[in-house]
């Protein structure tokens, strides 16, 4: 699993539709799928993924992120705009080898030093990348 498919399942994982009754988290990543009964095994499982595509709502990210911080106690960590802070408050390892491995996934052509540009460039594209897979994100963690 790469480093942004960690970001991202950490965030929508977290997400829970209180209307949507019991779900859990999908391990690719994806949104939470409601669990599915099979009467002749006796088994309950989770529904596959592509049948809850059309019916996905949006996740907001912006109130997912204030949530977690919230519970882990973590008020001071500026995730709006710093990928490291982001990655810790999600319990991510925010080491530059890891955020060089995130640079690969996202597709940035910089320099690979852990700079200030790397680090702007690499929370911006997250939170588009975010948005891109059904994150609602607020303008401001785009700019």
């Known amino acids: 699993m790469g480093i942004f498919d960690k970001i991202k399942g950490a965030i929508f994982g977290h997400h829970r539709d209180p209307q949507a009754g019991n779900r859990t988290a999908d391990p690719a990543g994806g949104p939470p799928v409601a669990p599915q009964s099979d009467p002749q095994a006796g088994t309950t499982t989770a529904a ?7 019916s996905q709502q949006s996740v907001d990210v912006e109130a997912v992120l204030a949530d977690i911080s ?8 500026n995730y709006k705009t ?6 810790k408050l999600l319990g991510i390892d ?11 996934e996202l597709g940035y052509t910089g320099a690979l030093d852990g700079s200030a540009e790397m680090n702007i460039w690499l929370h911006k594209e997250t939170m588009r990348q975010l948005a891109a897979n059904g994150g609602n994100v607020p303008a401001s963690f785009l700019t």
Do not use: C, F, W, Y
Not at 48 to 54: D, G, I, K, L, S
Not at 82 to 87: C, Q, T
Not at 94 to 104: D, P
């Open 70 to 77: 919230r519970q882990r106690g973590n008020p001071d960590l």
């Open 82 to 87: 710093s990928i490291v802070d982001l990655m």
């Open 48 to 54: 596959p993924p592509a049948a809850q595509t059309q």
């Open 94 to 104: 925010s080491s530059l080898e890891n955020r060089k491995e995130l640079a690969h």
